[in-house]
């Protein structure tokens, strides 16, 4: 009988990856997307904030850019294109989708899916809810 030793501890491991999105206000995007998903913020300053996504080693990151130019959804011919975009399963699209707009996010004249919503964050980024299917 082989035993395995325990995974090590998350803040242990050296193969973080994240996502790191710019915004001008970045206090007003860690806290929208603290909120919509229930991370807690791990550090925030003026210029730079982190999400602690609860497991795993993956985070999401604000950076503050003065010249932050909002993407336009869905993409013009001359205009800031979108360069990624946040995917999020949830169970109840439209109760979801309501409480995203309450804590701040448009949603976006452009729907292209009937099971997806797209919507846009405080700092204009795309992001999908998207129901989960049996």
């Given at each position: 009988?082989?035993?395995?030793?325990?995974?090590?501890?998350?803040?242990?491991?050296?193969?973080?990856?994240?996502?790191?999105?710019?915004a001008?206000?970045?206090?007003?995007?860690?806290?929208?997307?603290?909120q919509?998903?229930?991370?807690?913020?791990?550090?925030?300053?003026?210029?730079?904030?982190?999400?602690?996504l609860?497991?795993?080693?993956?985070?999401l990151?604000?950076?503050r850019?003065?010249?932050?130019?909002?993407?336009?959804?869905?993409?013009?011919d001359?205009?800031?294109?979108?360069m990624?975009?946040?995917?999020?399963?949830?169970t109840?699209?439209?109760?979801?989708?309501?409480?995203?707009?309450?804590?701040?996010?448009?949603?976006?004249?452009?729907?292209?899916?009937?099971?997806?919503?797209?919507?846009?964050?405080?700092?204009?980024?795309?992001?999908?809810?998207?129901?989960?299917?049996?």
């Open positions: 009988m082989t035993t395995s030793a325990p995974p090590p501890d998350r803040w242990q491991r050296h193969d973080w990856w994240g996502v790191v999105l710019d001008p206000d970045v206090r007003e995007l860690a806290e929208f997307y603290s919509l998903r229930g991370w807690p913020i791990y550090s925030i300053d003026r210029n730079d904030a982190a999400l602690d609860g497991e795993g080693v993956a985070y990151s604000i950076q850019n003065d010249n932050y130019i909002r993407p336009t959804w869905p993409a013009e001359r205009a800031q294109q979108m990624l975009h946040l995917d999020f399963e949830v109840d699209l439209a109760t979801e989708t309501e409480r995203a707009i309450r804590l701040g996010a448009r949603l976006a004249s452009y729907q292209p899916q009937d099971d997806v919503r797209v919507l846009l964050d405080p700092a204009g980024h795309p992001f999908c809810l998207y129901a989960a299917t049996d």
